[in-house]
């Protein structure tokens, strides 16, 4: 009987709920074990005093493939950023869309003196070719830098640090652009087939549905594992475990032994929240500031979208990725002066930051996917994690679908 194997899945992050959900959807019971008091990983929300603070500054792209398969994107209520951004520069707010999008933007773009003619003409060119190209056509491409693939394709120094750069810098969380043109032609593609959202009570409404739709999965909370081999799990606390299959939701260097040389590498990022009494602009934009020696790569005032805050004053978020020797006091004051020379943006109240460290996995040859088969350590034990993919919530969600279907083969395989 499928329920009777022991199935234990490690992390209760994006990717360990979809294991879940595909092993459920076949008849397993798994367990799964989660070092936090809470599901999510990287995708969490708390709420402080009234208002809505999600770990790091992050967006759902709507149009992301395992996204559609396994939201339900009514529940979450999604609202949607306008296809375009607001950039802070020499003194002035001008914004950029795209305007075969939203016609509203049409005429600030063409007026915005961001970017030439020529710029305005390779823009279209990349969004019709990268609407033709599929995902897997994409993966397949050389893979050089970003910085690179931007300008073989022609665009100008000025439009490149004026938007792409600051608004890639937000995305990838590094300044150089240095991450693989693959993953920019992946997520601008994203951009143009669909919209930048975030769910009405906050990014962390994602995994709490994905945990919401499992019914016969248990999860442990506050458990961290120490190791896992075939057959066996080793607690933190001492204790073990005997165990038929299991997924490695996390990054498996730290759980399996001989793996130890294999750590990923991380980009890390702040993001500060501050209230401030009103903003005069009511539209969804990120606001990029695309200063060098800025430490605001970008701001997002969250009240432009329908939230659930309940906080009296509006909120806004402060993303810095530039690395620094600050402290935590000075890097809140250095931000404020820049919210204020460069934004305009007086009288902000700080409320907290989040330090995230290990945001993104640093990688190179990144993949559209991993098949079932890649994702079978040993025997017994199988990984799942963004970190194995592409820096994405639909790299997280394809990777622990991928890991449930190779366990699947093999499990079936042998009891059936
Ligand atoms: C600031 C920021 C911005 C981002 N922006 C975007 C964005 O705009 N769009 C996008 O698509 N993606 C974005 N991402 C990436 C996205 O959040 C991740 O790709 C995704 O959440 C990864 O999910 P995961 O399941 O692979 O890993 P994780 O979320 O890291 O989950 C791993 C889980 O395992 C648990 N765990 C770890 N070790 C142990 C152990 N020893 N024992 C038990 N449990 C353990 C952890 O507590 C965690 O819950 C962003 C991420 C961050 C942090």
Redesign the pocket.
Known sequence: MEKDLKIAI?????????AAQVLENNGFEPII????D??????KTDLMDGYQL????????DA?PM?NKYLDYKDLELQKFLPGAAIYAKGKKVVIGDPLRKLSLLFPTLTSGIGSLSDKYHILKLNTELKKKSIEAIFKDTEITTMAYLKNRGFSDEIISSFFNPFFTG?F?EEELRTSSRMFQF?YKMFGMGN?TLPKAG?GAI?QQLAQNLKRTKIIFN????SCEDGKLL??DGSTKRIDYTII???SS??VKNMRNQKVQWKS?Q?LYFTVPKNKDSRPLIGLVPKKDSFINNIFFHNTLSTKNSGPDELLSV?VVKDHNFTESELITQVKTELQTACDIKNANYLKT?N?P????DLTNIAASISPTETRLTDTLFL?????VN??????ML??ENAALGLLEVAKGKSL
């Open positions: 490690i992390g209760a992050g994006v990717s360990g709920l979809i074990y989660e070092k936090t809470r599901v999510g990983g990287r995708v999600d770990h790091g500054f992050q967006v759902l792209l992301y996204a995305i969380l997520v930048a990014i995994p458990t961290t594992l120490e607690f933190k939701a996390t990054e730290a759980l990022c993001t993303t989040y995230i290990k945001a993104l996995p799942a994690g963004d970190y194995l820096g994405s919530l639909n790299a997280a990777s622990g």
